[in-house]
């Protein structure tokens, strides 16, 4: 990681330092931060002589190398000083909260602008909405580019950031074309790295925030944080770490919740801990109790899928999503519930 003296690298001084890279086969990745950018060394980091002669610089603050499966992501790189904020929010420094339908009716578009509303007299900070509906079956119903339009409609009356889910490129171009503040990505496509570069190189002119959702089939941590490492390396680095359970499933929740791995991705990550427990337990009955758990694991936030009225919402929203009259509760409670768990945390005993 290399760190400059000013705030950036003029154009003069990136040639001469990948000049320098490129003859120990490595290569340079700009990532603007809050207040300055810094450049990930892109390859095997260990060379000495490469390290003296870049640290050698009289534009050089300093190098950090950082020997692990993620140079940006990890807690130790520079990035553990970005702020990521959207709107007036400042993530981890208050909680933020996700809510809105599953899928966007575009045959009944006044259910979304009233959710919309709703949730944002709940407390909600970001609408959300499916657009693109990633299904199992071919048959069911994937959604249209045309709901895009009630999102921002509803994202203009309420004065809330979108979030919507995109599954590639196009639907990337979309979503920045029209500005919106949040862009998901699924758990199908968790794992679809060059997708994930692609989003963090398109969208890092805008700093749009990337809620990267934890593949159902993935393994170890290490694979879920490495998977965010391609969208930070690719330029922006607003992303969050979002649980939502994952397989093998357990009898009566939609998948195995996974919620307790927030602190454990604490210890590895400075990337906010945003969780979906909607996804998690599938069912509308449990998603309070699964939402207060995962903010007593000390997550950032929360993503919960609710509707005016749920039975008549399509996609999942007839069996998952809770009405903004329990939303408004579950705020209300995973607020104070944040204030007990701010006493805890940084007080591990390590004996």
Not at 207 to 225: P, V, W, Y
């Amino acid at each position: 990681m290399i760190i400059p003296k000013n705030k950036e690298l003029n154009p003069s001084q990136e040639k001469e330092i990948r000049s320098i890279l490129q003859e120990f086969q490595c290569g340079l990745q700009e990532v603007a931060g809050t207040t300055r950018k810094i450049y990930a060394i892109l390859g095997d980091e260990r060379d000495e002589l490469m390290i003296n002669r870049i640290e050698g610089l009289p534009y050089i603050a300093r190098v950090d190398t950082i020997q692990s499966p993620y140079k940006l992501m990890d807690i130790k790189s520079e990035l553990s000083h970005h702020v990521t904020k959207i709107e007036k929010v400042k993530i981890k420094e208050e909680l933020l909260f996700i809510a809105g339908q599953c899928t966007i009716d575009i045959e009944n578009p006044n259910y979304f602008i009233e959710t919309a509303h709703a949730v944002k007299e709940a407390g909600a900070n970001v609408i959300r909405g499916g657009v693109w509906k990633p299904r199992t079956s071919p048959y069911s119903y994937q959604g249209q580019a045309d709901a895009i339009d009630i999102l921002l409609e509803a994202s203009a009356q309420t004065g809330l950031p979108a979030n919507v889910e995109v599954m590639e490129e196009e639907h990337v171009e979309i979503a920045l074309q029209n500005k919106v503040g949040m862009m998901q990505i699924g758990t199908r496509n968790g794992l679809n790295y060059s997708l994930l570069r692609k989003i963090g190189h398109l969208s890092s002119k805008q700093k749009t925030l990337i809620l990267l959702k934890r593949a159902m089939h993935m393994g170890s941590l290490n694979e879920f944080i490495s998977a965010g490492e391609y969208i930070v390396s690719g330029g922006n680095p607003n992303i969050l770490l979002c649980p939502r359970g994952t397989v093998p499933s357990m009898d009566g929740y939609r998948n195995h919740p996974d919620e307790c791995i927030t602190p454990l991705l604490k210890q590895k990550t400075w990337a906010p801990v945003i969780v979906d427990p909607s996804h998690s337990v599938g069912k509308a009955a449990y998603v309070p109790h699964a939402a207060l758990a995962a903010v007593a694991y000390g997550a950032d936030g929360l993503v919960i899928e609710s509707h005016i009225d749920p039975l008549k919402g399509i996609g999942d929203d007839p069996k998952q999503a809770i009405t903004p009259i329990i939303l408004k509760s579950l705020i209300h409670d995973a607020k104070a519930l944040r204030k007990h768990v701010k006493f805890y945390q940084g007080k591990y005993i390590s004996k």
